[in-house]
């Protein structure tokens, strides 16, 4: 069996952390694997390797092959590996209408100039996220209920010019579209000639990443309570058909209770089936991705194995210097089972970690009811922890709405780049062209 301990497995803390991983990891997505050259790709992207078997992929000391950077490309042309990428489609039953979230009302619209910036928050692949606030004097203003909002924004050429624009299209009306406790609240969307903006709920607990990387590793219960909310948060998507694709402690936001809220639904889908397009963070992605067999929700459950054991042992099972050595580990499937990993927990992960998906724990014949069930989680309340009824191991410090001591410090953002957030920093209105417009209607 591939996940047995064998005498050639390294322990990736021996070279980690290091700088690939101080900060946090980036997604990306299939249309940036094309800047390998054929002969760098590992065999498993020929579809010549099993899971299981042993790796064939060019020595990874050989060369230095770049993943991630050359984008955008001529060669990316030819890759059609988003070309199958659909919003939802018009048959799916999605548990909230689109009109949840906020009508863009003719008599008093909600505007992006009723909102000024606090500060930057994050900033992923893709995307920047902003702390905002509701003017004082905005019609919306109401001292009664919360003013502070995260933005996340994305550059509409950049959207375009990266393949993502039937991403962000799903990003927007699969989170319109859903609501759970564990996951973020998307509340209205806008555009200017520039950008795409998401108004969501401020999440002020800050990266799960940056707490787990403080702490080092969890135990065994900070793991299970954490883990918990995810699986049902999981559970909640699949049974919609919605599959995530990103699961990591960078996308997960402790709320100001303590607890997970899933953030970055970039690489969200409905898939009634399979889905082809590779993208998803290396350390995080399944053999089957990596193989382009063609994958489902499985993937999410494999990424609760990365994650249970990234939260237990402080870092990832599959670790390399490149992407495409983490691919190669991957594909091989050894992993490395420190001494001090009790045993019920190296079990529980190996569940997840196997590389068949049929046998895969999530994707078996009672989906993630099998999570649940799961003897390492014996004992808990599951309806206690979505009700919120279950102390969370850490309750962040947040004194107020605009509190950012939990987020590392960014700087501010240039106002010209973002004109519908600072209208007096823009350009007057005939010079603003807006080519990609078009392709975001529903913003
Ligand atoms: N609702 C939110 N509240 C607070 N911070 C957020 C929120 N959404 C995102 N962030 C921060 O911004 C970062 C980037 O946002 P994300 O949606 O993950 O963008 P990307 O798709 O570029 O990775 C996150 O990792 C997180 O630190
Ligand atoms: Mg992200």
């Known amino acids: 069996m591939a996940y047995n301990d064998k005498a050639d497995v390294v322990d990736p803390s021996s070279f980690y952390p290091s700088p ?24 498993a992207f020929d579809g010549e390797l099993d899971a299981t078997g042993p790796s064939t992929a060019t020595n990874e000391s050989e060369g230095d092959p770049i993943f991630i950077g050359s984008i955008g490309t001529e060669e990316n042309e030819d890759v059609e590996l988003t070309d199958e990428e659909e919003e939802i489609p018009p048959h799916v039953a999605l548990p909230l209408p689109l009109e949840h979230i906020y009508v863009k009302d003719p008599r008093q619209p909600l505007l992006l100039s009723d909102f000024h910036v606090i500060k930057t928050l994050g900033t ?12 004082a004097d905005s019609p919306h203003h109401r001292p009664d209920t919360v003013q502070h909002f995260a933005m996340k924004i994305l550059r509409k050429t950049e959207v375009v010019k990266l393949k993502q624009v039937k991403h962000v299209n799903a990003e927007r009306n699969i989170l319109a579209r859903i609501q759970h406790p564990f ?14 903006y998401m108004l969501l709920s401020y999440v002020p607990g800050g990266e799960l990443f940056s707490h787990l990387r403080r702490a080092g590793r969890f135990t065994p219960d900070v793991t299970r309570f954490y883990l918990g909310g995810i699986v049902l948060a999981l559970r909640y998507l699949h049974s919609y058909n919605i599959i995530y694709r990103d699961l990591k402690p960078e996308n997960l936001l402790l709320d100001h209770r303590g607890y997970l809220r ?40 494999w990424a609760c194995g990365i994650l249970t054991y990234e939260m237990l042992v402080g870092y990832p099972p599959f670790f390399d ?3 495409f050595g ?11 089972w420190p001494q001090e990993l009790d045993i019920a927990s190296k079990e529980f992960i190996q569940a997840f970690l196997n590389p068949d998906r049929s046998k895969r724990l999530g994707n078996l014949a009672r989906g993630a009811d ?6 390492w989680f014996e004992g808990v309340d599951w309806v206690a922890l979505e009700n919120g009824k279950i102390p969370a191991p850490l309750i962040p410090q947040v004194t107020s709405g605009s509190d950012t001591r939990n987020f590392t410090s960014l700087p501010f953002p240039n106002p010209a780049d973002l004109p519908g957030l600072f209208p007096s920093a ?4 005939e010079l603003q062209t807006d080519p990609d417009g078009w392709q975001f209607l529903d913003f």
Request: with cysteine.
């Open 124 to 135: 992923g692949t893709f995307g920047r996220v902003l702390l905002v606030c509701l003017h």
């Open 262 to 301: 899933i953030t970055d639904f970039g690489f969200a889908k409905v898939v009634d089936d399979r889905t082809w397009t590779l993208c998803g963070t290396p350390e995080y992605l399944a053999p089957e991705i990596i193989e382009q067999k063609g994958h489902s929700k499985a993937v999410d459950w």
């Open 426 to 429: 823009s350009l007057p209105p």
């Open 20 to 43: 690939h991983t101080e900060g946090p990891r980036l997604s990306f997505d299939g249309s940036q694997i094309s800047s390998l050259a054929p002969d760098e790709m590992p065999a």
């Open 183 to 196: 996951i973020v609240d998307l509340y209205a969307t806008f555009q200017d000639h520039l950008n795409v």
């Open 321 to 323: 210097e490149n992407p």
């Open 326 to 336: 983490i691919y190669q580990k991957i594909v091989k499937g050894k992993v490395y």
């Open 370 to 375: 099998d999570v649940l069930r799961h003897t």
